[in-house]
């Protein structure tokens, strides 16, 4: 795809000694700026390999894995880590890291942390939040360095569903893009989750991985369209029935 900002051509990733075992398998794929794709498929299908893959936290075994220059990312992880400081430092600092003042890395933290309605909390240490505020305080971490692309390895898995509303809502709110100034280029959301519901809402694209293998690879219309989805893939067909775990 032209102007792709990864492409991946027969990758693999594997762990352990010698041949190790195939968290990814041959798989090709190319994503574009603007793109909300969902990841889904069982434990273990390779969900977590591939974005750490794409955000550069793992290398391929085999293939080329090939990303737009200068590409702006942020990744979010089921448990985001949290450093013993105040929320608000914890925000500051990768403002402060890409060059900013630290006077002015800390106002723009407390602009990151108001749209996600936690500033009120700046001064507490990022250790004593919920896992909701804490998905929040990462997302406004990722919010405060308006990456081009946004990771979430299952970002609200561990949560209640009321924090999983609120960071929903916040996932979607970030891939609108009404965050950034006129004529920034769109954001793009990559996310794993085995979230159905969440996937239709969220995302315009769906990659369903098995044992490593990219199996399916529909817009979300024809993923979720069981005709369509069985001719493609029998076993993303039962997955989304709930019969294949």
């Keep these: ?14 762990h352990g000694k010698g041949a190790g075992i195939a968290a990814l398998h041959k798989v090709d794929l190319s994503l574009g700026a603007g793109e909300h794709v969902a990841v889904v498929g069982a434990n273990g299908s390779g969900k977590s390999t591939l974005l750490r893959l794409l955000h550069g936290l793992m290398q391929p075994t085999a293939g080329q894995l090939a990303v737009a220059p200068g590409l702006s990312q942020a990744m979010l992880f089921q448990r985001p880590h949290m450093l013993r400081a105040s929320v608000l ?3 500051a600092l990768g403002l402060w890291l890409r060059g900013r003042r630290w006077p002015q890395a800390r106002l723009e933290a407390m602009q990151a942390l108001a ?3 936690l500033d009120g909390l700046a001064a507490r240490n990022a250790k004593t939040l919920s896992g909701g505020q804490q998905q929040r305080m990462a997302l406004a971490r990722a919010w405060a360095l308006q990456p081009q692309v946004l990771l979430l390895d299952e970002p609200t898995a561990s949560l209640d569903p009321h924090a999983k509303r609120e960071v929903e809502s916040l996932m ?11 004529g920034a280029p769109p954001v793009s959301l990559i996310f794993a989750s085995h979230n159905l519901g969440q996937v239709k809402r969220l995302a315009t694209r769906v990659l369903y991985l098995e044992r490593g293998q990219l199996l399916a690879d529909l817009p979300t219309q024809e993923f979720f369209n069981p005709d369509r ?5 029998p076993a993303a067909h039962l997955f989304v029935k709930g019969e294949l775990l």
């Excluded at 795809?1 to 594997?14: D, I």
């Excluded at 979607?172 to 965050?179: C, D, L, M, V």
């Design 229 to 233: 989805l069985r001719e493609v893939s």
């Design 172 to 182: 979607a709110e970030f891939a609108s893009g009404g965050h950034l100034p006129a």
């Design 115 to 117: 749209r996600v309605q």
């Design 89 to 91: 430092n914890n925000v």
């Design 1 to 14: 795809m032209s102007g792709a900002l990864f492409t991946l051509q027969a990758v693999e990733v594997r």
